[in-house]
């Protein structure tokens, strides 16, 4: 038995041939239903479903919701360019939420804010309402300082943030680029606000701030002015003290209060002079305590139970005292007599209220704590009824250390920071709530010029990535992905790349062009062109599913040092319905058939070298019955036969000693091209037997040329005392220019023997002959 069949076996699963039968029911479903369940993986999971069969193939690219998550990947650099390529993969489709997980656990590197930056802006230009920065391991504040403020949307309602610098300028241009923002959440920030405003928040959740390195320096005011907010969560935010203004905290429903040990001082007493100011708490109906109620025999408790008429759930939550490293030691053990503090014998409690909706009580302590049976003795001498209450052990406090170098380490704050935001909770808030332009780094500064210019470059339609000026491939390639990237969504005309760096040795794989292409052509490109390539190695698209090039906007494709068979030629045919201009340079040609019936200009140019040459000579083919240019070098090992060309106008063929493989070769180039109106001939040398040969013997078979007007043949026109030349003149009654093209040695014997005989014969009323 194979070890995957006895795995499955012993495990309960059936092996796939055990039910060959069984049809797939979920490839049959819907793409918004595959959707829906894939959005629940991350985005590698995601991509990684496109082997599963044909079906699933593009899938993934018109994903609404992407998570990606650095946890599985071996270093950030991975990582890095693995969200660049989903993003300039990805189909044109809007985004609902986009969301980062930063932590390599393979790795000890982390994100830089310049890769973050570029992910936002191109994400919010997809009009994506939620997007989160949810976990990073940087020991470094992010900050916006020094880059176009990213967070711009009049789409964006959801926004989390995790270790970023937060100061009154961010505040005030978050308000007023996100007009429709309404949930705001920011984790393991350093807060330097002093005004928090807004008219359109409904959360606002300050969580888990920042330890002593990133404090303000200086007390101040916070104030948080936010008329529809209805969800706050705010923790302490150190050297900020909090005004609430035009809104109160009266009218909650649920209100939890949370502050550290009733021992600390400071606290304990603003908050109890701030009790005779409260107004009753009409539609409180949750209420969660910390352990400021014990103050003065729980007398921050009972005030706010009476002033709370509706009242139903109350929990109340002691810890341990925080260790204090001026102290160095628990302060429980500095106050033996606990019940004296929290139940003094010399204050008599006020008398008994009515709790009558109160129907749960729980009172969560941590081990060892001697006060609950006195907080409980408290409760029963003042309310009534008293519901039943739960006594629960809770395994930790919740509570930061407040002493210089204690609390907990990165790696922990940031697991609580995130604690709770799991898919579902994810998923949840957002379902309910010109001419062409030389792209290289010194001429795409024009941002610097003024403001007006500051973006203008990013709805360029007309791209052309030049490597020439960049000290090396890699840092070329970085640019044209966070060029592509930060691009505003709008169509692209033409996308134009030169691959050749004067100072670095490296070269481009397809593996780094791949993405460029699949972004220009889903941006709807028509054209699209590799114009140079440096490396030694032919590039490919072998291995790549689906088709590269494919699209029905394209059409006009430019390739250089690619790898060019049957196979290509065909996809190429098939997935671009209007191309109509086609060029291969220094490509390597495989092919025996080139069929289109659309395309209207054919290059091949300078074809690669001996090593890249087919192994056995074959025909070559070309059938294009609306082409109008052909430009055709010699193809090494093939035989060329033009097949219903004569729609051709302007032809250039260059033959030479390994376009045919002897001279028995049939060769119909001259009889198809007698349609066009300039005709360009080369060959090599007189000297050389076979191309001479092969063409002299097909002169008899064509027909008069009566449409061209300029003729231009190489050395080959010599052989038989110019008889080639002399045959083509008098079959070319229209012929206005004639060039004649020969190499150094053979240009004497020419002039001397044969200039007078070619004046003689070419007696055309339109023929004009200069010496050069």
Not at 221 to 237: A, S
Not at 475 to 485: A, C, E, G, P, Q
């Amino acid at each position: 038995m194979p070890q995957i069949d006895k795995v499955l076996t012993e495990t309960g699963m059936i092996t796939s041939h055990g039910e060959q039968n069984v049809p797939d029911r979920i490839s049959d479903l819907s793409d918004e239903l595959l959707h829906h369940v894939m959005s629940y993986l991350t985005m590698q999971e995601a991509v990684q479903t496109c082997v599963l069969s044909q079906r699933w193939q593009n899938v993934w690219l018109s994903l609404m919701y992407i998570r990606a998550k650095g946890d599985k990947f071996s270093s950030m650099k991975i990582f890095r360019k693995f969200l660049d390529n989903v993003l300039l993969y990805r189909s044109p489709v809007p985004l609902k939420g986009f969301w980062i997980s930063g932590i390599c656990n393979n790795s000890d590197d982390s994100l830089d804010y310049s890769d973050i930056h570029r992910w936002v802006c191109h994400v919010l230009r997809r009009i994506t309402p939620s997007v989160g920065i949810l976990v990073h391991s940087g020991s470094k504040l992010l900050s916006t300082d020094g880059y176009p403020f990213p967070f711009i949307s009049v789409h964006l309602s959801v926004l989390r943030l995790l270790h970023f610098r937060i100061d009154d300028c961010f505040v005030k241009k978050l308000s007023s680029g996100c007009p429709a923002l309404k949930d705001l959440y920011l984790i393991s920030c350093g807060i330097y606000v002093t005004m928090f405003s807004s008219t359109t928040l409904k959360t606002l959740v300050i969580h888990d701030a920042e330890p002593t390195e990133h404090l303000p320096k200086n007390f101040e005011h916070l104030v948080i002015d936010m008329p529809n907010l209805v969800t706050l969560h705010l923790e302490e935010i150190p050297r900020r003290n909090i005004h609430l203004v035009k809104f109160a905290l009266s009218n909650a429903t649920s209100l939890k209060l949370v502050s550290g040990s009733v021992y600390e001082e400071v606290v304990s007493k603003v908050l109890m002079r701030g009790l005779p100011r409260c107004k009753p708490f009409r539609n409180l109906k949750k209420l969660k305590l910390g352990e400021r109620f014990l103050k003065d025999g729980c007398y921050p408790l009972l005030f706010l139970l009476r002033h709370s008429p509706n009242i139903e759930k109350l929990r109340l939550q002691l810890t341990k005292a925080r260790y204090n490293a001026s102290v160095g030691a628990d302060k429980h053990e500095k106050f033996p007599n606990v019940a004296a503090v929290i139940d003094p014998p010399c204050k008599e409690t006020e008398r008994m209220f009515n709790c009558e909706k109160l129907t749960e009580i729980e009172i969560l302590y941590p081990k060892g704590d001697k006060r609950v049976p006195i907080i409980v003795r408290i409760l029963f001498a003042n309310i009534s009824p008293l519901p039943a209450i739960k006594i629960n052990p809770c395994p930790n406090s919740g509570l930061t250390c407040s002493g210089g170098g204690g609390g907990r380490n990165a790696g922990e704050r940031m697991q609580a920071a995130t604690k709770g935001w799991t898919d579902s909770t994810l998923h949840g808030s957002c379902l309910i709530q010109c001419p062409e332009t030389r792209m290289s780094a010194p001429n795409n500064e024009t941002c610097v010029l003024s403001r007006r210019w500051k973006n203008v470059w990013s709805s360029m339609k007309w791209i052309y990535a030049d490597a020439e000026k960049f000290g090396s491939m890699k840092s070329f390639t970085k640019f044209v992905d966070n060029f592509l990237l930060y691009r505003n969504p709008v169509p692209l005309d033409a996308l134009w790349i030169s691959a050749i760096c004067n100072h670095s040795d490296d070269s481009l794989d397809f593996s780094d062009i791949h993405p460029w292409v699949r972004h220009a052509l889903t941006s709807n490109a028509w054209a699209l062109g590799i114009l140079e390539h440096s490396g030694t190695n032919l590039l490919s698209v072998d291995g790549y599913n689906p088709f590269p090039f494919t699209s029905r906007h394209l059409c006009i494709l430019r390739l250089c040092h690619f790898s060019i068979d049957d196979n290509f030629v065909k996809m190429l045919s098939s997935c671009c319905p209007v191309l109509d201009d086609l060029g291969f340079k220094s490509c390597a040609i495989n092919v025996t058939m080139f069929s289109s019936s659309t395309l209207k200009s054919l290059i091949i140019n300078t074809t690669e070298t001996m090593e890249h040459f087919p192994e056995q000579f074959e025909h070559l083919v070309i059938d294009m019955p609306n082409l109008v240019t052909l430009h055709h070098d010699e193809i090494p090992n093939r035989n060329i036969q033009l097949v219903d060309v004569s729609s051709v106008k302007k032809a250039t063929i260059y033959l030479f000693g390994l376009s045919f493989q002897n001279s028995s070769v049939d060769c119909n180039i001259l009889s198809a091209l007698s349609n066009a109106t300039s005709l360009e001939l080369i060959s090599p040398s007189v000297y050389e037997e076979v191309v001479p040969n092969v063409l002299v013997r097909a002169l008899p078979k064509c027909k008069i040329f009566g449409n061209p007007k300029k003729l231009t043949l190489g050395e080959w026109f010599l052989r038989d005392g110019c008889y080639p030349l002399l045959f083509l003149l008098w079959r070319s009654p229209n012929i206005e220019k004639l060039i004649l093209q020969l190499c150094k040695d053979a240009l004497k014997f020419f002039i001397s023997s044969f200039h007078e005989e070619i004046l003689s014969a070419a007696s055309h009323q339109h023929l004009r002959v200069s010496k050069q």
